[in-house]
């Protein structure tokens, strides 16, 4: 049944039929081959409990902040901040890409969204300023795999919601990761600004108006501030976070900005609907897959043939196995459908192996955020492609060194656990 419901899945992806019907069909394939109609009922039930999840409702919230930090212009103050910050140096504009990608990071949760908002500023900025349009186009691209790292994070409140872990606790532990994987990627910026001679940036006009900018930043600095913060610290739960998050952009937007008004209020609300609705599909038809391989204990067998091979007994070469299979579906497969699919089969795994359930989460995260920037499909090269108005045979092109330190990164966090669990232990989550 199993190998039937893969190569029906991947022909019905294939032929264009969109990812949550293509789900749901390779369900009811898998059903036909048991030939327990009956199932059909519990399917429909699984398809809505899969959506029906309160701390899921954090997910509209993260993203209508993000795009309300975009159309109220407080994007761009937060990028003014980081030109002033890192920006008087060879390939200033580089690090201004990699910390914008980081601030960033803590109001949405999304690389997509990061993604379009870097590379309609920077790109262009980037290409004036003596870089290549192909590396602007990676280096934004790479940037944008920040945002579901450091919290918060649409992906790991989807990991914590299936596993029972705390969401609190996984955003504190994605805290360092990030950090390291934007060192990683400025450490990448200053070889190829040295390399290829990119030329010092003159900010002697962004200095000049240093306590300006400082001002007008302190308002967008704000909205990470009271996401993370109220989260990490216990304060308030996710949803209601997110949910502050958006009140405050609204008021920044409307009174302090000004730049926010009724129309473009309704159009963020409504690409908010539409970016939601489309993960909440893929989640309740993801779940259906899941709950139906638990029916057949694909999930059981699987679990006895590592336990037979002895990985559960080498925690380290477990994860490298796991992040094996992880990051290659991650590749074909939407990320939270891939999320929702491998979770309930890989985190009993690490689990029964003694791995720090934070850390593993950190892991399968950052696996399934790469794949974001990794061909053929790599959502985030076809989103600055677009934007900065590269060609995307060359954003393919240049993209393969910035998935070599990315994996890097992800070796030295396997490797390494107290870089995901120091924060959460100091914090007590």
Not at 191 to 203: C, Q
Request: glycine residues 10%; hydrophobic residues 55%; positive net charge.
């Amino acid at each position: 049944m199993g190998i039937i419901m893969l190569l029906s899945f991947f022909s019905l992806m294939v032929l264009g039929i969109p990812l949550y019907l293509s789900l749901l069909s390779t369900a009811f394939i898998g059903i036909a081959v048991l030939g327990d109609w009956s199932l059909l009922r519990i399917m429909s039930q699984q398809f809505y409990g899969g959506m029906d999840i309160f701390s899921l409702m954090a997910i509209p919230f993260f993203i209508l902040a993000g795009i309300l930090m975009n159309r109220s212009g407080l994007t761009d103050r937060l990028l003014d901040f980081s030109r002033l910050m890192v920006g008087s140096v060879r390939g200033g504009l580089g690090y201004v890409n990699v910390v914008g990608g980081i601030i960033l990071a803590g109001v949405n949760g999304s690389a997509a969204a990061d993604a379009s908002a870097l590379g309609s500023i920077l790109i262009p900025a980037m290409v004036k300023d003596g870089f290549s349009p192909a590396y602007s186009a990676g280096l934004t691209a790479s940037s944008s795999l920040i945002g579901p790292i450091i919290p918060p994070s649409i992906f790991m409140i989807i990991y914590a919601t299936m596993t029972n872990t705390s969401i609190g606790g996984l955003f504190a532990a994605g805290m360092l990761p990030g950090l390291v994987l934007g060192l990683a990627f400025m450490a990448m910026n200053w070889y190829y600004s040295r390399k290829y001679n990119v030329p010092v940036s003159d900010f002697r006009e962004v200095r000049k108006q240093a306590s300006n900018i400082l001002k007008r930043s302190a308002a967008a600095l704000i909205a990470p501030v009271i996401i993370i913060g109220g989260i990490v610290t216990g304060i308030v739960t996710p949803t209601e976070s997110g949910a502050l998050g958006v009140a405050y952009c609204l008021l920044a937007g409307f009174f302090y900005t000004r730049e926010l008004n009724l129309r473009t209020l309704a159009y963020s609300v409504y690409e908010t609907v539409r970016l939601t609705s489309s993960i909440f599909l893929i989640m309740g038809a993801a779940t259906v897959i899941g709950w139906l391989l638990k029916w057949e204990q694909v999930p059981q067998k699987f679990a006895g043939l590592i336990v037979q091979s002895g990985l559960i007994n080498n925690p380290w070469l477990l994860m490298i196995v796991l992040s094996a299979i992880i990051f290659p579906v991650g590749m074909f497969m939407e990320e939270v459908s891939t999320l929702t699919l491998l979770t309930p089969i890989f985190a009993p795994l690490a689990l029964k192996a003694g791995i720090d359930p934070l850390h593993f989460g950190i892991v399968m995260t950052l696996n399934v955020t790469i794949a974001l920037i990794t061909p053929p499909m790599g959502a985030c090269n076809y989103i600055v492609a677009a934007v900065g108005k590269v060609r995307l045979g060359d954003v393919f092109r240049i993209i393969w060194p910035f998935i070599g330190v990315a994996m890097m990164v992800l070796l030295i966090i396997i490797s390494f656990p107290v870089i995901t669990t120091l924060i959460p232990r100091i914090l007590n989550l």
